[in-house]
């Protein structure tokens, strides 16, 4: 059965740092892309961003809302794929959640984690 | 980026009907088009990939029609755990867009 489940989520003070974390199974992690889609409370979904395979050498790309302080990475000998979150605004406040990728490219983001909730007030 | 407008935004209707939503790309992205399905404090489900293509596990009453910039979700007779809102989204290129959401209700 294929699990993702993210983890990390609280809350913080703007400008502060938060880190998630999704730690995957039953899947051959190592070869999914895997993708951050986050949704404020009430609202519709927005794609962060996606990481591709070591294949493709770890490519990621960002949604241009994001790019300059949210990075992905992942660590495929954990199963786990992270969103280091910097210079956090009131506005990133979201559940956020992991989805995989079927296949390394973006074409079917198919199974999803349950979502971790970031807040950021001061 | 490319952008997804859905219609309607939201809807009522009676278990059996048939239900219609329609999304429309604001340029061509081939089949490149996913449906999903979300209740109300739940991860999206995924119902269509690539148009067309039923996900497996999802009921035969969804199905998905439409190439280059517009699309249909149907549900051919609405059951009571249909009662949801659901999303496009274009893979035709990043940034993944979705639509604004379409939420079905009971009337």
């Known amino acids: 059965e294929v699990q993702l489940v993210e983890s990390g989520g609280g809350l913080v003070q703007p400008g502060e740092s938060l880190k998630l974390s999704c730690a995957a199974s039953g899947f051959s992690f190592s070869d999914s892309a895997i993708h951050w889609v986050r949704q404020a409370s009430g609202k519709g979904l927005e794609w962060i961003g996606r990481i591709r395979s070591k294949f493709n050498n770890y490519a990621t790309t960002y949604a241009a809302s994001v790019e300059d302080r949210f990075t992905i990475s992942r660590d495929d000998s954990k199963n786990t794929a992270y969103l280091q979150m910097n210079s956090l605004k009131t506005e990133d406040t979201a559940m956020y959640y992991c989805a995989r990728n079927d296949g390394d490219g973006y074409s079917k983001v198919d199974y999803w984690g349950q979502g971790t909730l970031a807040t950021v007030s001061s | 980026d490319i952008q997804m407008t859905q219609s309607p935004s939201s809807l009522s209707a009676s278990v059996g009907d048939k239900v219609t939503i329609t999304c429309r790309a604001s340029?061509?992205?081939?089949?490149?088009l996913n449906w999903y399905q979300q209740k109300p404090g739940k991860a999206p489900n995924l119902l269509i990939y690539s148009a067309f293509n039923l996900q497996s596990g999802v009921p035969s009453r969804f199905s998905g029609s439409g190439s280059g910039t517009d699309f249909t979700l149907t549900i051919s007779s609405l059951q009571p755990e249909d009662f949801a809102t659901y999303y496009c989204?274009?893979?035709?290129?990043?940034?993944?867009?979705f639509g604004g959401g379409t939420k079905v209700e009971i009337k």
């Open positions: 340029q061509s992205i081939s089949s490149y």
């Open positions: 989204q274009q893979s035709h290129s990043t940034p993944l867009t």
